[in-house]
């Protein structure tokens, strides 16, 4: 089946240390996006890349960084420049004509 | 910028109870918006989708409309269940940017 795989499920970060989180997707989707969920807020967004070797910037994008190689893959790094990272991020991708799909979601946490 | 606000932002109910979960979009140029599910710790899982050109979507127990010129959509859940306990999310997405409403998290009673 088609689907998005975020990998890890759970993260721990020391402090000033970068981490990456991997996101990849079988779906043949073009765009892909990373976002960050806080408790009781609604989805922020990170980056986002409509096609390979191009991305953008989110709302939120300060001490996040990106690379997209593959059409298959978006890994995002959570730099030490990220002041309060504990937070779930969420990885999605879309097709237009159906709509956005999300991964599972990594959970990181600051040790 | 597109902002989306969902009322309210938490609902409890008895089981069997018929409910309505809104969303409220600032700007009416969408192209489309999305209804997901997201249980507690899990990522979202879409349950409707509606085109901008279409005025409602049903899926099972799961009815949403949407008015663009009015900027807002609802979420009818027909004969509630406790399984369908869970927040509940709506998006609209133009020009290649989504937003996100904070969500309505749903309690139903056994």
């Known amino acids: 089946d088609g689907g998005i795989t975020q990998s890890p499920k759970y993260l721990f970060r020391k402090e000033g240390q970068n981490v990456t989180l991997s996101c990849e997707q079988n779906l043949n989707h073009d765009a892909m996006y990373w976002y960050r969920q806080d408790p009781g807020q609604g989805l922020r967004l990170i980056y986002y890349?409509?096609?390979?070797?191009?991305?953008q910037k989110g709302d939120i994008a300060e001490g996040y960084s990106v690379s997209r190689e593959k059409k298959e893959s978006f890994p995002l790094t959570v730099t030490s420049a990220q002041k309060n990272p504990t937070a779930f991020y969420l990885c999605?991708?879309?097709?237009?004509?159906?709509?956005?799909?999300f991964g599972s979601g990594t959970r990181l946490t600051v040790v | 910028k597109q902002e989306v606000t969902q009322i309210p932002a938490a609902l409890s109910v008895p089981e069997g109870e018929n409910l309505v979960l809104n969303c409220s979009f600032t700007d009416s140029a969408i192209y489309n918006l999305q209804w997901f599910r997201q249980d507690p710790g899990k990522g979202l899982t879409s349950l409707l989708l509606i085109q901008s050109s279409q005025r409602e979507q049903t899926s099972g127990r799961l009815n949403a409309s949407l008015d663009k010129s009015s900027g807002r959509s609802t979420l009818y859940i027909a004969a509630s269940q406790p399984g369908d306990s869970a927040t509940y999310l709506c998006?609209?997405?133009?020009?290649?940017?989504?937003?996100f409403g904070a969500g309505t998290r749903l309690t139903v009673k056994p």
């Open positions: 998006a609209v997405y133009n020009n290649n940017d989504m937003r």
């Open positions: 890349s409509q096609i390979v070797n191009d991305f």
């Open positions: 999605a991708s879309i097709n237009e004509g159906h709509g956005y799909t």
